[in-house]
């Protein structure tokens, strides 16, 4: 992931001047910079973070590292991207948001999708009226493997729910133009029993409820053996939106009563431009001096939402925000 | 319906010989017999009943109606075609299905969708294990216009749940080969609010728990705008399938961006076929001897997922069938 | 196809009273007389032809027998359906368009593309100006499996041009409204080696030069391994038209890198709709007075361009349709 | 394009050391250097072709400047990679493979469509004998709007079909495998009567035959006002291939009766991934010391079929390739 935004960084974000790379493995700190022709490595990114005319840092750590770096970055006075999740916990989004706020920096969180060209079309037509008021929410974030069951405990990932839904959870927020006021979760692990021993589960279905009363449900599963599949529903009073698809190549290939196409094979294929326009967002947003698209209060909202969710599995009840966020 | 079942059953259903129409309106009755050829018109259907070399009745009434017409159908020793649903309570389900039994005769209800080509070939596949274990069912049941005020009501329809849902919950059983467990919806009313007067709502998400661990949701909207919108998938351990699609007529229309296609206007359209295979199969099975594909029992089932549902949204709590069914 | 049309006839047309049948074969005709009510069955066409009560007649021959039945049937004033081609020269249409108008009947040729919901839907949009002037026609006929040798033969079907695209050539003068003023040709046996044996090709394309100076190109092939493919493009001057499509069963099976859909079978299963509609059409346009949506002259330019086509292959040359009209 | 294939040679072509840019245009050449981090700018292109350090060129002129440029990066001893079309004469492709002969360096011509992921795909499959024997081929390239009046003459850019077409015409080699052997076309000046003052038109239809018998139809147009259309088929004895589509953003805005999406607005959309993965290719059969992947001879072979499908549009006869080649 770092690499990709590295390149992005490099190639995309043409308003930014590439200087510096921290890795703790210098010798994929010294691939990386090799590779974009930066000129500093640093092994210890204080010492990155202890340069003046460094101007904003793009962090792309282990989540549990994200609050951490966060506010050493923000204490160095540089402007801050960092990958999403923000961090596990709502305490740990404060911290990160009040060291950002006092420090008078910028800080954007990498919800990428929101700078895909469906969704931000999406998002578009939305505001301009073009499906009247949005009533339903349907979305889901499917994954062709499993993942690692190292990264799938909760104290790493924060689990199934938290990993994969995130994204759906703040399209939700951001499509829907309203806060998501109750969830409720079914989950189980059904296939990859493995991930049972470390606490964890492969699929999962979740209820929302909007405080504007629109309804709303995501899944997340990491059994879509066939590809990498990201679709979201927009249900409005006047028309809706239907958001992503499956086939990757455009070829058919045509056998007897058989027509098959491929599948998105996975996210960096889904949402290259998408990662390339939030990097470039960013740097355009501090070269500016404008506000972030995607603020350290919406990623702490995200997060409110999966731990609503993830509450909600284990305690087989629907939970209300306002539980998780007084 | 009526006129639709008419249709079929005078035209798809060879091994059938449409004696006669029954219809509290006998000017309804006499135009169908007309239509179809149709000797003998009965304004009351127990004039119908009552002769001996009528083998088989389809019944086509408002629901609540059903079971006093089951009951009096079987008594006469008929076989019997029931438009879903069957009723709207368990004890009217079963009394039906104890109407039936006693009378040793067979009842189909019209669960169309089990007969459609494409839910049909779903069925197939899983079968045969193509896509593994079933482990997520996801599925939408959405009208492009709202029901009438009255309909809508709890005691005409059972409510937009009940109404629209009930075919998705039948498919949930059928397709995932396990009873749903546990319910649990969210809901409201928010695109016409005239139907809140009566009770009523126009959007819902409900996830569903099967007893084999398996996770589901089905999502129910009457205000699909753009089409008649029925689809559903199954996420399997080796594969999935997707059922249905939006487009009616294979026509593009291509000006400057802007690629558009029209969406499938009506349920009579979508399931048109269907409609003329399970009047198929209903003659078919009583010509054979052999036994209904949809029986009354599984009309219950679905009958009993629904009202746990309704429960679930009325409560805000998710509910266990086990407390419907016991 | 007489099967077919006289299932549409039975149950589609219900301004049409389905009075007899006729076949060569006694037992074909009683079984279809059976399947639908039908009381009389005439060995002999000409038995059914001289009965007063007979207003109308749906022929469907084989090809070279279409100018014998449609001459005795004008003779006898019935009104006429016969199917497609009307016949395979210029001559025999001739004939047969002399008869119909001497005799004063009715007579509508069976190009029931032009009553398929996809085309009857693009011919409005084109007559409403919806792409604005039509400048190039792209179309293609394929099948998935080849015909029968004995059928393939110049004398039987015309051979692959005449016999696969005269639907395409009747398209090109319907939806462009221009004549088609000239053609050319290259084709081959490439697949199925024993149709060179009778004189007959297996793949071919067709361009055509219209009056109006718009251009247009066919393709026809016995070979569409994957199904049944028929798709016809209009590009017009301000948006374009594209009509077919090669799913058949809604559902995608979904797997590794691979979602599979099927194609359509054949003709039945696509045109089902057309067949309907184009013998509604003819009932409906005796019942009251009206002019045959399709003419014997139309029948009989299609035929020209088949002709043409055939000679610009066997000539390698462009042939001017003025050259076989003349 | 060229700073299109520079951004491709700065960012993918990782093997390249992207040194120098020369453009008639200082102001070009400049801030073309400054964007992609080039030290050096060279008014004059001989100047840069008289450094001993540079061991490849990338030429993207007008058409007209190709062999010049060519013959003078030969020989300096530079390796090549040379925009399509090579030339519009043989004469001049065959004094470009002459002089790169002579000089016994590499040329790539810019065929990108060969690098696309699709067209990529559909080879291997046709090579791996995934539908049989290849009998069919059908192509398209149309265009949303006109090109220049000026570019648009026969001197600047070959005409319609040239311009166009020769991309399909290359691809008709390359996915059949076998040569052309006769052309005819039919084209028309339909929309934009201006281009018809320089000689020019704006749709056209070409038949193609290959020495193997194989037969195949291309279509191109200059008012495909919807979108960017490039599509591609091949009839196989066991199967088919379609590649392309119409659909740019997965994003479907559905209103009443009418689903709509977008469509690909232009060639560097399109064939984005293509570019880069064509210079990219370009450099590493540099380092790697092998054989480009689109030769002098095969741009010669396209320009041939260009300029025989242009002869036979002038003189309304079929053209034999032999004709243009002997």
Redesign the interface.
Do not use: C
């Given at each position: 992931m770092g690499s990709a935004l590295a390149y992005h960084l490099?190639?995309s974000a043409?308003q930014a001047d590439f200087a510096a790379v921290s890795d703790q493995n210098p010798q994929v700190a010294q691939a990386l910079a090799e590779?974009f022709?930066v000129a500093e490595v640093c092994p210890d990114y204080h010492d990155l973070l202890a340069q003046d005319d460094i101007d904003a840092v793009v962090i792309v750590t282990p989540t549990n590292a994200h609050v951490e770096v966060v506010k050493a970055a923000a204490a160095a006075g540089k402007h801050i991207f960092v990958e999403k999740p923000l961090a596990l916990t709502l305490q740990d989004c404060d911290a990160a948001i009040e060291a950002v706020r006092q420090a008078g920096v910028k800080m954007q969180v990498g919800f990428m999708r929101r700078f895909d060209?469906?969704y931000t079309?999406?998002k578009e037509?939305i505001d301009q009226g073009?499906?009247g008021?949005s009533?339903?929410f349907?979305s889901?974030s499917?994954d062709?493997w499993r993942t690692s069951v190292e990264y799938a405990r909760r104290e790493s990932s924060g689990g199934l729910i938290a990993d994969m839904g995130i994204h759906d959870f703040d399209l939700a927020r951001w499509l829907m133009g309203s806060e998501v006021s109750?969830v409720?979760?079914?989950?189980?692990c059904?296939?990859f029993l493995e991930l049972a021993e470390v606490g964890d589960i492969?699929?999962?279905?979740?209820?929302?409820?909007f405080e504007n009363?629109?309804?709303?449900?995501v899944?997340v599963?990491r059994?879509?053996?066939?590809?990498y599949d990201i679709r979201t529903e927009i249900?409005?009073?006047?028309?809706?939106?239907?958001?992503?698809?499956?086939?990757h190549?455009?070829?058919?290939?045509?056998?007897?009563?058989?027509?098959?196409?491929?599948?998105i094979?996975g996210f960096m294929q889904r949402f290259e431009t998408a990662y390339a326009a939030e990097i470039r967002a960013f740097v355009e947003m501090i070269a500016s001096g404008g506000e972030p698209a995607v603020t350290g209060e919406d990623a702490r909202a995200a997060t409110a939402i999966s731990i609503a969710a993830t509450r909600s599995l284990d305690e087989?009840?629907?939970v209300m925000l306002e539980e998780i966020l007084s």
């Open positions: 490099a190639y043409e590779r022709g060209p469906a079309a999406a037509k073009v499906i008021q009533v339903m349907r889901n499917r062709p109750r409720y979760s079914e989950g189980g059904l296939v492969d699929n999962a279905v979740i209820s929302l409820q009363s629109a309804v709303g449900t899944d599963s059994n879509a053996i066939y590809g249900i409005g009073s006047e028309g809706s939106l239907m958001i992503g698809g499956l086939q190549t455009p070829l058919l290939v045509m056998h007897k009563n058989a027509i098959t196409h491929d599948a094979p087989g009840r629907p």
